[in-house]
């Protein structure tokens, strides 16, 4: 169902939501091409996870439109955009905690939200999902882990865990909510290079607040303030902006 071929991966054409009488994003328009690395900036506040939430569907918003390679997604649950080949990681953790690495990524895998994890199958049931989610904790370096539960390791591996579930999907379209917020430095450089490793198939917008460390991987910045998109364009020029500064550096 989804149109062939656009001139870009997503487009999001003045996205708005409100909750009650706050309007969190306000004509929000963006058109990113793909394989472009894209990185979302902004204060606290300014509206960039619920920006996500829309993208992925898992907040409809109250006006506006969003295309995946030129097709309207707009309405779509988060599963079939998921199937059309869009992935996220979120800003906090949604890992089941008391449940395997192993059995995680196969859920994952499989597209599934922890809501609706189902616990009571066994791996055997998913067959070659269970493969090859030991394929991909293999490749962030946890295999060792697989069998252990997740809340028995480190925070820096439950989100490499996480974005490697993510990059699995080999999405066209990632949407990666600060995957570098509370690492510590090793970890924070590992899940660098796991970013930076990412194929060219796969377009990457990233939300960072970590602007120095965020800055490396992006080649175009969008800057968001109160829910408005304020600067967008090449990293170079956002940063020597004027407007970027005095929103973002506060000078
Ligand atoms: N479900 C919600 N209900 C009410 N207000 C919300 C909800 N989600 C986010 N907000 C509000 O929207 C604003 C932007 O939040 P968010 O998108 O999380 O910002 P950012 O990710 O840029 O820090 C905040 O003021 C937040 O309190
Ligand atoms: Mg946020």
């Known amino acids: 169902m989804i149109a062939p071929t656009s001139e870009y991966a997503l487009e999001v054409v003045n996205l708005k939501k409100a909750f009650g009488g706050l309007v969190v994003t306000q004509d ?10 894209r990185l979302i900036i902004g204060p606290n506040g300014a509206g960039k996870t619920t920006l996500f939430n829309q ?3 898992d907040m409809r918003p109250n ?19 998921a199937h059309l080949g869009l992935s996220r990681t979120y800003q906090i953790i949604t890992l089941f905690t008391g449940d395997t690495l192993e059995h995680n990524v196969t859920l994952g895998l ?21 493969n090859e989610a030991r394929r991909v904790l293999d490749a962030v370096g946890l295999l060792h882990l697989a069998a252990h539960p997740v809340s028995d390791i480190a925070y ?26 509370g690492l510590s430095n090793t970890e924070r450089s590992q899940v660098k290079s796991l970013i930076a490793s990412i194929p060219r198939q796969t377009t990457v917008i990233m939300i960072e ?3 120095d460390t965020a800055l490396d991987l992006a080649e175009t ?12 364009g090449d990293r170079d020029a956002v940063i020597a902006d004027e407007r970027t500064r005095e929103v973002y550096l506060g000078v």
């Open 110 to 130: 499989l597209g599934l939200r922890p809501s609706r994890w189902q616990m009571w199958r066994p791996l055997s049931f998913y067959g070659d999902l269970a």
């Open 63 to 81: 006006s506006g439109q969003i295309k995946l390679s030129g097709a309207d997604i707009t309405r779509l649950a988060p599963y079939r955009r």
């Open 156 to 181: 820096g591996e439950k989100r490499r865990v996480e974005l490697a579930m993510a990059l699995a999907q080999k999405p066209r379209v990632l949407l990666l909510d600060e995957p570098l917020a």
């Open 209 to 211: 607040h970590d602007m």
């Open 221 to 232: 910045v969008t800057l968001l303030n109160y829910g408005r998109v304020i600067v967008d």
């Open 55 to 57: 993208i992925s569907g």
């Open 28 to 37: 929000i328009s963006l058109a990113i091409r793909p394989g472009e690395r």
